[in-house]
Nanobody, 124 residues
Framework: QVQLVESGGGLVQAGGSLRLSCAAS????????VGWFRQAPGKEREFVTA????????YSADSVKGRFTISRDNARNTVFLQMNSLKPEDTAVYYC?????????????????WGQGTQVTVSS
């Protein structure tokens, strides 16, 4: 059983930065793509960014390109989400998820393990 635990959320002013972490169990974690999704109150969960397994190719939603950066440290079984220039519309619960393969996906059905989420609140 794979477990994912997010941390690093909190309250920040607009223009500020936060760094989220996603720590995973499992020896083959580095072979799988990992994605970040978010869900704002009253909205559907949406894709934010993902990083592939093995070659660490990344892909991000247009809404966060140039502001958010995903990276991974396979030795520590951890994926990071560096969020800069935060906006109030970035307020949401952020979830990390492990893909079913090494290829990244922007679809929720491409992921089979999910963390419990961490709250990010950006004040104006």
């Amino acid at each position: 059983q794979v477990q994912l635990v997010e941390s690093g959320g909190g309250l920040v002013q607009a223009g500020g930065s936060l760094r989220l972490s996603c720590a995973a169990s499992g020896r083959t974690f580095g072979s799988y793509a990992v994605g970040w999704f978010r869900q704002a109150p009253g909205k559907e969960r949406e894709f934010v960014t993902a990083i592939s397994g093995n070659n660490s190719t990344t892909y991000s939603a247009d809404s966060v390109k140039g502001r958010f950066t995903i990276s991974r440290d396979n030795a520590r079984n951890t994926v990071f989400l560096q969020m800069n220039s935060l906006k109030p519309e970035d307020t949401a619960v952020y979830y990390c998820a492990r893909s079913k393969s090494s290829r990244w996906s922007d679809k929720q059905y491409g992921y089979d393990y999910w963390g419990q989420g961490t709250q990010v609140t950006v004040s104006s």
